[in-house]
């Protein structure tokens, strides 16, 4: 898997300079038009994690690889990665058209949490299959996005956090019987937040010799300092899961990943996330998935 790519990173490989507004705002916030990025050649871009977030209107034929899936994008398609979770895109026609734009958590420090909207939650969907008049509502907040970024209104940059709020909500509404911004309304549903933060935090393992630390729900109930019985009984409140499931549906998820995007041999996988054999690495793979992890990675 690439290297994690910083604000810095991007902007010196896109646009080969760094931008004034880079380093003088309080975090940082970009947008481009994408047809200036698009090549002759539908080169894949390199699956790897960003320490940014992005939003994409995409139109076009695509495929894109996220987490452990594959989604295939006929048309036109609203997209947001986050921070968490490495994806990749894989440009199936030359003609494509679009925008995007990028930003740091830091520029919406005190106006919001941008993780606990689905969309950017790595166990949501981040895809959003959008129709002709969906596609110009969204057109027009990315052109007004640019109009703003290149003006000279001192407040310029609350008028684009609510810009991105706008396409957040946008596509929210698309799937409202799916949705929910996560509310803190009793003790189990804090303390589930704070073991589900606690877990991503974990991934994504970016190399061979980074290990997976926290295996089991008393090593998580450790961290929170809460007893682990009190950890069990508040996530099946709130998820219907037991802690140990939850786990292992997230190793299962990241194992996935490391088999298709990585070179790294099975027992460099295993132990990566915290196998102490790759014999106990097989049997766990292969009771979740009926295949072996060498069988999975040739599918």
């Not at 520029?107 to 919001?112: A, E, P, R, S, V």
Request: net charge negative; aromatic share 12%.
């Amino acid at each position: 898997m690439e290297k994690l790519e910083s604000i810095e990173d991007f902007h010196q490989k896109k646009l080969l300079f760094m931008p004034d507004n880079l380093k003088k705002e309080i975090g940082h916030f970009n947008v481009f038009v994408l047809d200036d990025f698009m090549g002759c050649s539908a080169k894949p871009i390199p699956y790897s994690r960003r320490d940014y977030f992005k939003i994409s209107l995409i139109i076009g034929k695509n495929r894109v690889h996220y987490a452990d899936k594959i989604v295939e994008i006929d048309k036109q398609v609203l997209f947001f990665a986050n921070p968490q979770v490495p994806y990749n895109w894989e440009q199936l026609e030359e003609q494509q058209t679009g925008f995007f734009c990028v930003f740091t958590e830091a520029f919406f420090h005190q106006f919001g949490n941008l993780k606990e909207y689905p969309v950017f939650k790595p166990n949501g969907s981040p895809v959003f299959a959008i129709d002709d008049d969906q596609v110009e509502k969204i057109k027009g907040i990315f052109e007004q996005m640019m109009t703003e970024i290149n003006s000279d209104y001192t407040y310029k940059y609350d008028v684009l956090r609510n810009l991105v709020f706008d396409l957040i909500h946008s596509a929210m509404k698309m799937q409202p019987a799916n949705i929910s911004v996560t509310q803190h309304s009793n003790a189990s549903s804090r303390i589930s937040s704070l073991f589900l933060e606690l877990l991503e935090r974990q991934f994504p393992i970016e190399n061979a010799r980074q290990r997976f630390g926290l295996r089991s729900a008393a090593d998580f109930a450790n961290q929170l300092t809460i007893h682990v019985n009190h950890l069990n009984r508040a996530l099946k409140e709130t998820t219907q899961k037991t802690t140990s499931e939850i786990i292992a549906e997230r190793i299962l998820q990241e194992a996935k990943i490391l088999l298709k995007h990585t070179d790294w041999n099975i027992s460099e996988i295993a132990y990566s996330l915290g196998f102490e054999e790759p014999t106990h690495f097989n049997n766990f793979f292969k009771k979740n998935i009926q295949l072996t992890p060498r069988q999975f990675r040739t599918v």
